[in-house]
């Protein structure tokens, strides 16, 4: 007999329809910034957006309550370039951010302000490429010790934000980590998912567990990964 034919199956959709609704959690990375897609600039201070940026965050400002609703609370990187991109929603709101050191970008180590182009030409960069989940940067962060951190977050909101909508400012390989955690996909693969500058992700936090609801949205003044 199927389960939803039976007594059985009307206490579960019982449970289901009681079971409070889901906490969301909406990760936005940073807007762009004069260096985008020219040097992996890590945890370097002092790095701020660009006029570009700027518009960017703006357009996220607009977007974003209207596609998601009510907003809970906002978190941070501590980084200049999220929190100047967070600034525009945090004013339509009248809500401070709070800074959220899990959110910050990976310890990129030794390559940290290093050009991009010089860094494609590592044999290293081709390790990071195809076995992200074993890699770590020179002197830095491994991209597992990432995934930890957001997950970590992740139960975090679950338990004290249950049933609220937090919106997150972020940076693209936290972004990419928790996506292909929410997809069931191996660390290996990060590199296949594109996280545009001020785009929007969005997550679903359950009992069960964390699942994507949108990736890579909004941002319709563009923007280009880094």
């Known amino acids: ?5 039976s007594r059985d199956g009307n206490d579960r959709r019982e449970a289901v329809a009681l079971s409070p609704p889901p906490t969301r959690l909406i990760l936005v990375r940073h807007g762009a910034t004069p260096t985008t897609g020219k040097i992996l600039p890590g945890r370097a201070v002092g790095l ?16 974003l309550p209207a596609r998601f609703g009510a907003i809970t609370a906002l978190l941070t990187s501590p980084l200049e370039r999220a929190q100047e991109t967070a600034q525009p929603l945090s004013e339509r709101l009248g809500m401070t951010p709070k800074i959220e050191p899990r959110l910050v970008e990976c310890d990129f180590g030794e390559w940290t302000g290093a050009s991009l182009a010089k860094l494609y030409r590592k044999p290293a960069w081709r390790e990071l490429m195809m076995q992200a989940g074993n890699f770590r940067f020179p002197g830095g962060e491994s991209l597992r010790e990432v995934l930890d951190r957001m997950l970590d977050l992740v139960s975090d909101l679950r338990t004290h934000h249950k049933s609220e909508t937090i919106v997150g400012f972020t940076h693209a390989d936290p972004i990419k980590i928790l996506t292909t955690e929410a997809l069931g996909m191996h660390i290996d693969q990060m590199h296949r998912i594109s996280v545009a500058t001020a785009s929007m992700t969005a997550f679903v936090i359950s009992e069960v567990g ?3 609801d ?9 923007g280009s990964p880094a």
């Open 210 to 212: 964390i699942n994507l």
């Open 214 to 222: 949108s990736l890579n949205t909004g941002s319709l003044i563009g």
């Open 48 to 63: 701020h957006l660009a006029d570009y940026g700027h518009r960017q965050a703006a357009a996220v400002a607009d977007q």
């Open 1 to 5: 007999m199927c389960w939803w034919g």
